[in-house]
Each structure stands twice: as structure tokens, then as C-alpha cells.
């Protein structure tokens, strides 16, 4: 459970539904609304144990997906050549970074 918080949250946004409704919601409650093992233990009426484990895996298989799919890399790929052309004078260069979007999608 050593993820990134920010990496993790955006996997869920991505991915989330692929994961079973208790480890979306566990998943989400550890790592968007920042609630403890204990809390989420009680909030979901599931042992800590339980609650490790479901993050374990929900993690995991965001991971898996990623690893898969790449779709956060992409997004972040993307959204750093849109910030190139919004910072270009060129239009020749942005016409380029734009072929380089479209290709990404």
C-alpha cells in the first residue's frame, strides 16, 4: 500500500469498474477520502484484515490493467502535448504535436 496516492486515485478513475464494488469502494475510501484501515473496517463492516487484502488486490489489478492497457501513460503523454501546443508560437510545430495527439488516441 506504499502507491502513490494521486497514481492510485486516477487508476480508480480509469479502471475502477473492472475492480468488484467492494474493492472499488474500499480502494476509493483508502485512497481518494484518505480513511484509515479501522475506519474503512467499520464503515464497510469487513475485519481490517478484509480491508488490506481488498486494497492488495484492487491495486493489483489496476496495476494489471495499466501494465495491459496503458491508458494513464497515454493520458499523460497526451496532456503534455496539449500543453505543447498550448505554449507554441509555431504553428507549423503545433500542427505537428497535434498529428503526435491523434496518434496517441
Not at 2 to 11: K, P, Q
Not at 75 to 91: P, R, Y
Request: charged fraction near 30%; aromatic fraction near 6%; include cysteine.
Amino acid at each position: 500500500m506504499n502507491e502513490d496516492r494521486a497514481y492510485i486515485s486516477r487508476l480508480v478513475d480509469i479502471y475502477g469498474k473492472a475492480l468488484s464494488e467492494r474493492q472499488r469502494d474500499v480502494v476509493d475510501l483508502y485512497y481518494n477520502e484518505d480513511l484509515s484501515l479501522a475506519e474503512i473496517s467499520e464503515h464497510c463492516g469487513i475485519t481490517r484484515q478484509g480491508v488490506r487484502d481488498a486494497i492488495r488486490h484492487g491495486v493489483e489489478t489496476l496495476n494489471s490493467l495499466e501494465s495491459a492497457l496503458g491508458f494513464y501513460k497515454k493520458s499523460e503523454k497526451i496532456a503534455l502535448l496539449v500543453s505543447d501546443i498550448q505554449n507554441c508560437d509555431d504553428i507549423e510545430r503545433a500542427k505537428s504535436i497535434a498529428d503526435s495527439i491523434i496518434g496517441e488516441l
